[in-house]
């Protein structure tokens, strides 16, 4: 349980600020950060435990059918990601107190900041694929709160709109190759996926599942051709800049690579697509930084080279590459951060991130001129800090790839280059900030910062070089534990010593650092050549290609949707003819072999009937409450037919909704026309005719062709486990409970739903209500008819008698809650049409709207239940008990979901036909009854 209170606290912390936001603001990060601390208490418990080797597991059965199950894992590579998320996201909150100003709302900050912190850790907790899906999904939508946090600017908009829309198709990218490995493996569950990896790669939908994975991977990571989203989303406050660029959001894609790994890598279109996208990334990140003005547009475009840098470490597929790239990951996150948070206090204290403006700031603010340059001089790489480590591995492993045969030379050598261009842009970010003579500009004198804002940033500077000093002695262990997770245990020899001697990597050190500090002294050639390129705006260009294609899409809509119900339809059942007739054609013969039921005078009249019906609805079909009853007709048949056919339960299910359907016409009938005029052309009824007989002609010799075949049915293990699985003797209603209760959970929200819609219809529709019949003469002056009123007050009691008996023989007999849910609707119902809505809301002044929530609160938290006893999402209990004067009885735990369910079936079905009523009386809703 400690596993899931880590990824819970923060979920909880959400409301922390939201509660403490009327205190100061102090108060208000103070209680913030105390989840996220806590988490990461817990978290270093489990040190111990991981670094030993061990996986820790949390599970949760919910629904095993599906592979939908809760499960948190906790190995070296999730610890090694927690411990960022948490970490640099306590020092986020410290630094954020004192970056926001005045007029920002910091509690609206800090809850988008722990719910993004919730997605982060949820993704590299979860132990089940589709879990892991949802959070990833949850980090898009939390990012672009985040990055829109100052939406009154049309860049953060913009670039908040870019990025969840670049992140969120790779996430449908994603889902479908999460899919797909299920699928394969037939199963979600992380630890069966990773140990069928054999399984995996020798698939035959192998290139298409990887394809689609690294689509999801690229786009969340900015990988080259996807990078443009990540400098636009610079427009979000600092702290958000810093938290997503070192510990979460563009490192969720590189987790998602380091943690199939084991299961997708080792193959040469995994080698092809990775280490090609990581090296252009690598380049063209590195490149482009050296010619951003903005301080974070440079340290924007040095993430992208990094992370295409850990990108190619993973497609380099060794051993040590993937090693390496865990160590980069982990040096990485602390010198961007604390670049970051410097660039947000320049930027805090001098009013401008243009370094054409900023120089010489070494003389207003000499401490953080010291931690800012220790910091890009170890995203340079610089000896004796943690960038020199990583990058010393890097070169290395560069030198032992043979990605491209014969020319794998040319790896190595596009690396160095990197490597210079990443030496020249640090060089640059501290030659024109800190030095390059007086700031030009200025809208105020630069000075320190709060001293207290300063401290994450020299947190993390002090890690930079206690990590690049001792780096056996402070990350040795986290750093095999998350090798072991990846590599699957099979970790190579590495050395994390400072010193190996003088070989090619640090020749390639060398040549990096002496040619970026010669390329910045005559950075003047190269800015020369780089203006005379085009200048692309991605943000305009994207904006630009959305516009365009929304404006495709409207011209296909209009096309599509012109107005025309029967276009509509027409188009629904020529596809249906089409897909369900063409099969058909290939069947010899229709009759199945199977011997057919004799039609006896019992069945051959409902059949009549039924038929007489249904084409008196289309012969009278103008007349529209002539028509009303006809449909009646074939409704009441139907349910004949199930009653004749012994399935007591859908003839009772099926009456009940016909008085509902019946009554919700006769309401609707009223605002309309009694009459509809003859419109249609000749030519049209012809085409019409024509249509609905093809469509007569398929779905009869689709329903024969079935009917008259034998077929293998599902319903004997129902017929046989209702009783013992399910303790109930009612097929149907144990079904609905218990077997398929998840179903009924959907359908019962989903009525729900649709009822608070119509009701919010209700509310705002002006409705015309007409003052005669549909032959012209007038209302009776006796709105409400005595008779009517008598009998239904006593019909109230015993329908609602009735209706308690069927819910409570449910279980066992034909009943339970939707059908006793009906009739309670129905019996109320009564009373609106026989006292009018005024003289019923006298006496019963319910908000529907609460009771459809409490219903489907009463279904969820049955359901939720079953957890504390360590049982699937809505499984049942149920036992026999001895009670005094009843004597032996059964209690099933389902009674309560069916409760669920009869409360939402009469909450909904009120809230739509006592508001429907509402508007044929002086009572009309209004916009205060919404919820």
């Known amino acids: 349980m400690t596993l899931m209170w880590i990824l819970l606290l923060p979920l909880l912390g959400t409301m922390v600020p939201l509660l403490a936001g009327k205190g100061s603001r102090t108060t208000c990060a103070f209680a913030t950060g105390v989840a996220p601390a806590l988490a990461l208490v817990l978290l270093l418990l489990q040190a111990p435990e991981v670094f030993s080797g061990e996986t820790l597991r949390f599970f949760v059965s919910w629904i095993p059918l599906l592979g939908l199950d809760i499960t948190i894992t906790l190995d070296g590579l999730a610890f090694l990601f927690s411990l960022l998320i948490l970490g640099i996201g306590l020092l986020i909150i410290v630094y ?33 694929l589709l879990q892991l899906w949802l959070f990833w ?96 989303a610079m427009a979000a406050p600092t702290p958000v800049s810093a938290y997503l660029h070192s510990a979460t959001m563009v490192k969720a894609g590189i987790f998602l690579l380091a943690r199939f790994y084991p299961a997708l890598s080792g193959t040469e279109l995994w080698f092809v697509l990775v280490s090609v996208a990581g090296l252009a990334t690598l380049l063209i990140g590195s490149y482009l930084a050296l010619f951003k003005h903005d301080l974070k547009g440079l340290l924007a475009y040095s993430t992208i080279s990094h992370l295409g840098l850990i990108t190619l470490l993973f497609g380099m ?43 010489g700031l070494w003389q207003f603010m000499p401490i953080t001129a010291t931690l800012a340059m220790v910091a890009a001089a170890a995203m340079a790489g610089v000896p004796l800090l943690n960038g020199f480590l990583s990058k010393e591995m890097f070169f290395a492993e560069t030198l ?36 390059n003579g007086q700031p030009k500009g200025l809208s105020k004198t ?18 930079c070089i206690l990590v690049g000093i001792f780096p056996s002695y402070m990350i040795g262990d986290l750093l095999h534990a998350a090798s072991v997770a990846v590599l699957a245990g099979n970790v190579p020899q590495y050395s994390l010593a400072i010193w190996h001697g003088f070989n090619l990597p640090l020749l390639m050190s060398v040549l990096a650092v002496s040619g970026g500090v010669l390329i910045y002294i005559n950075r003047k050639h190269l800015f020369d050549f780089q203006n005379t390129l085009p200048d692309v705006d991605a943000l305009n260009s994207f904006e630009r290609g959305i516009k365009q294609f929304a404006a495709r899409c409207h011209r296909f809509y209009q096309w599509l949707d012109n107005g025309s119900l029967q276009r509509y339809m027409t188009l629904v059942l020529l596809s249906f003819v089409l897909l369900a007739g063409l099969p058909l054609i290939h069947l010899t013969t229709l009759w199945g072999g199977r011997e057919e039921l004799p039609i006896d005078a019992v069945n051959g009249a409902g059949a009549a009937l039924l038929l007489i019906g249904a084409f008196a609805t289309v012969m009278w079909h103008r007349k529209r409450v002539v028509a009303l009853l006809m449909i009646s007709v074939v409704g009441l048949m139907v349910s004949i037919a199930f009653t004749r056919f012994s399935a007591p339960d859908l003839a009772l299910t099926q009456l009940s909704v016909e008085v509902v359907t019946i009554i919700l016409l006769m309401l609707a009938l009223f605002f309309l026309p009694h009459k509809t005029p003859k419109q249609s052309e000749s030519s049209r009824v012809v085409r019409d005719l024509s249509i609905a007989s093809m469509v007569g002609v398929v779905v009869g010799s689709l329903s024969y062709a079935l009917m008259t075949r034998p077929f293998n049915t599902i319903s004997d293990f129902f017929l046989t486990n209702a009783k013992t699985g399910g303790g ?87 009943g339970g809650g939707f059908i006793a849910g009906l009739v309670t609707a129905v019996a109320i119902i009564l009373q609106y049409i ?87 009386t002086a009572h009309r809703p209004v916009h205060k009854e919404t919820i």
């Open 137 to 232: 999904e949850l980090t898009s939508i939390s990012s672009f709160l985040l990055i829109s946090f100052w939406w009154h600017k049309a860049e953060a908009r913009r670039g908040a709109r870019m990025a969840l829309t670049v992140t969120g198709a790779g996430g449908l990218a994603l889902l479908a190759a999460f899919l797909m490995i299920g699928d394969i493996v037939g199963s979600y569950d992380l630890q069966q996926v990773l140990a069928s990896a054999d399984q995996i790669r020798q698939h035959s939908h192998y290139p298409i599942l990887l394809v689609l994975f690294l689509l999801g991977c690229f786009t969340k990571s900015a990988q080259f051709p996807f990078h443009f989203w990540l400098p636009n």
């Open 96 to 128: 954020a107190r004192y970056y926001l100003s005045e007029r920002d709302s910091m509690p609206r900050f800090f809850a988008y900041l722990m719910l993004f912190m919730t997605a982060m850790l949820g993704i590299v907790l979860s132990g089940n």
């Open 834 to 920: 026989a006292h009018g809505v005024d003289w019923v809301k006298e006496r019963m002044n319910v908000e529907y709207q609460r009771v459809v929530a409490i219903g489907l609160m009463i279904a969820l938290f049955t359901g939720a239940a079953s957890w504390l006893f360590g049982r699937p999402f809505l499984t049942s209990w149920f036992d026999y008990f001895d009670i005094p004067v009843l004597g032996k009885i059964e209690l099933a735990s389902a009674i309560a979901f069916d409760l669920g369910v009869y409360i939402t079936v009469v909450g909904s079905t009120l809230l739509i036909l006592a508001n429907l009523g509402k508007m044929t």
């Open 400 to 435: 032992h790839q043979h990605l491209l045969g014969s020319l794998s030379w040319v790896i190595p050598v596009l690396a160095t280059i990197a490597a210079i261009f990443s030496v020249a842009y640090s060089t640059r970010f501290i030659h024109d900030v800190f030095f």
């Open 446 to 463: 630069p000075h320190e910062p709060p001293r207290y804002m300063r401290v994450p940033v020299e947190i993390l500077v002090a890690l």
């Open 728 to 814: 109930g003797t009612n097929v149907v209603n144990v079904i609905l409970v218990d077997f398929r209760g998840f179903d009924t959970l959907g359908e019962i929200t989903v009525l729900g739903i649709a009822s608070l819609g119509i009701f919010k219809l209700l509310t705002r529709i002006p409705l015309f209500k007409p003052s005669s019949d549909g032959e012209g003469r007038p209302w009776a002056l006796e709105r409400h008819s005595l008779l009517l009123a008598t009998v239904s007050q006593s019909l109230l009691p015993l329908a609602i008698m009735v209706s308690i008996y069927i819910f409570f023989r449910g279980h066992n007999l034909p």
């Open 317 to 359: 597929g060794t051993d040590l590459a993937a090693v390496a790239g865990l160590f980069h990951i982990i040096n990485h996150a602390t010198f961007k951060a604390s670049l970051f948070m410097a660039a947000g206090i320049i930027d805090h204290e001098s009013g401008s991130r243009d370094m054409r403006k900023l120089n």
